[in-house]
């Protein structure tokens, strides 16, 4: 490679062709079970204004003050290229009236597509990742939660995904948050001496924050202090608890997690997340909550929701390392023209089989290859079925086929013939 080539950026990623079918089965597997729940499909644009997230994310959260793209466009405004799915989707609700209008109107709406965050790329974390999302408006009892949670472990079924533990927890309701913050703040600040800058910060602006921390230090910190769960008040307690007994009631295993207080200011009680250990410390694959308030926020009327998303190049990883997934792939028939008198006759014949087969994938060789060249390309793709164009072939509208069952050996067909043979073959 020459060295004034220009390269990818750093964090971005091609999908080359031998990775792009994980990518459609998750798409195919995805859209199934959104429609299986009778949840309807949404897309937003990739660029929105900065505002949206600095209010709906909060603006002391990592993902707005040092990840997102932001930057101020030819008219001035300062927009931004979306970190995550659900504020756009809670600002196309609010817009277009899907969720409220002189009342309530309970929705189910699943999104997928590009997101962006200036995070440092390693395996399972890239600058522009995909998401796949799933978000309810209008629920506020718990069966919409574990509803929600059916929904995710539905699709990991779908896609074959085995050994994911879901990690659970309740944050309470604002109040809740309010008091068990203050407790973390009271409980560490006496040993702030003991904190790296960043971790200062977060005590100082997102308490919450520390409990997943990874280091050491903060742990130690936080031996002492009251769990999460004990400090809710009744009515949180009662409503997590009703929640892990319907769990129970349908056999999914789950495990209470202190922990899990999710990275960005607008949830509230339950909140959770599926885990793979295979991916290290990149291991959550799917997350999501309750965030009741939001809509409210964005300027909207208050409307309960909840929802999760999913991060498909963490999917990715783990459908490569599944040894027994079989993704089916359409087959594809090659045709090798060999007429001289007239080449445009194979491009006919190319679209008259495709528009009568339309689930079978047909291309055409390289005609100005050699016929020994071309039936070697051909049968790198299909070892058992080739269809061949001759001068001969257009003369007496024909055509010449090598099947298996006729050990690769010359068969001429009429075109009816042929068809008969493709459709006991394929169908």
Known sequence: MKKNTIKSIKGFKDILPDEIKYYKYFEDISSKVSEQFSIDEL???????????????????????????DFVDKNGDSICLRPEGTASVVRSAIEHSLIYDRGLKKQKYWYYGPMFRHEKPQKGRYRQFSQFGVECYGFSDTNSDLELLIIGNSLLKGLNIDNVTLHINSLGDIDDKKDYEKKIFDHISSHVSRLDKYQAE???????????????????????????????????????????????????????DNSIVRGLDYYNDTVFEWRH???????????????????????????????????????????????????????????????????????????????????INFFNTDSSASLTSQLKHAMKVNDTFVIIITDENIKNKSLTIKTSENQMSDMVVKWDELITYMRKKYE
């Open 43 to 69: 897309r937003t644009p990739i660029i929105e204004k900065s505002e949206l997230f600095n209010r709906s994310i909060g603006d002391a959260t990592d993902i707005v003050t040092k990840e997102m793209y």
């Open 202 to 256: 977060t005590l100082a602006k997102n308490p919450l924050r520390l409990l997943d921390s990874k280091s050491d230090n903060v742990k130690e910190l936080l031996l002492n202090i009251p769990t999460l769960y004990d400090s809710l008040s009744n009515k949180s307690k009662s409503r997590f608890d009703m929640l892990l007994r319907k769990l129970d009631d349908l056999e999914i295993s789950y495990l209470i």
């Open 277 to 359: 250990q295979s991916l290290g410390s990149q291991n959550a694959i799917c997350a999501g909550g309750r965030y009741d308030l939001l809509v409210n926020m964005m300027g909207g009327d208050t409307v309960p929701a909840i929802g999760f998303a999913m991060g498909v190049e963490r999917i990715i990883e783990l459908l490569k390392l599944n040894d027994d997934l079989k993704i089916q792939k359409n087959i594809s028939i090659p045709i090798i023209n060999t007429s001289l008198e007239k080449e445009t006759y194979v491009h006919l014949i190319s679209k008259n089989l495709r528009t009568t087969f339309g689930k």
